[in-house]
């Protein structure tokens, strides 16, 4: 209980901070945010949008790491978080591509442009779509946990690729100098701060509803251990 409150509370404050700091050219206040060229107030979407992009990452390497652990030991307690820790990355990867778009539509005029970027969390959207689908068109549940522990190494190996190399390697749109610029995070203390306060309470998010997903998961599954 007291965790989830002080979730809530953290989080409520980032809404609020986020949105109600002024941004100003010349910085002068410890509560004033910089001025971001091409961003302009826009920049507030950092604070929400990126943060869901990091738990999406985090999440398909969880589903990931309990996919190899599935495979190795056989529980099925292992396939319960492996397949929780992917909805819940699938989840986050929706709220990333609708906040982008929004994004998008006011600074590029359309609410999709096919940046590297955009198109590598498209492709994620559909690789982990086609593991729910595989999913439910396995019956057996240890055929089905064995199957998919597989998929979910081999999409999960193609995350980092698709969210850190990909964007890289092909020019886009994306104004990555608002955060790294020359390997090098560009954003100036009070921004920063709220940007890694708020990537902290993404995090606590995630892996609060986890547990709960987890453990409901558990409770349904009649291969479920007591005392695990």
Known sequence: M?????????????????????????PTNWYDLPFVPGLEDKARILFFHVPMAWVTTLAFIISLI????YLTKKNLDYDII???????????????TVTGS????????????WDPRETSIFVLLLIYGAYFA?????????KKATLSAV????????????????????????????????????????????FLSSLAAFTGLFFWILNLKVR?????????LKGE
């Open 102 to 113: 929004l994004w998008a539509k006011f600074t590029w005029g359309s609410f999709w442009n």
């Open 2 to 26: 007291a965790f989830k409150l002080i979730l809530g509370a953290w989080l409520s404050i980032i809404l609020i901070v986020g949105f109600s700091f002024p941004i100003t050219t010349n």
């Open 134 to 142: 595989l999913r439910s068109a396995i019956d057996g549940d240890e």
């Open 66 to 69: 309990y996919g190899i652990k």
């Open 151 to 194: 998929y979910a190494i081999i999409a999960g190996i193609t995350v980092p690729f698709f969210i850190f190399i990909m964007p890289r390697i092909v020019e886009g749109l994306h104004p990555n100098e608002a955060i790294v610029s020359q390997g090098k995070i560009s954003m100036n203390k009070t921004m920063l701060v709220i």
């Open 82 to 96: 492996s397949s929780s820790s992917a909805g819940l990355g699938m989840m986050f990867c929706v709220l990333a």
């Open 216 to 224: 409901a998961a558990r409770l349904e599954s009649k291969y479920y």
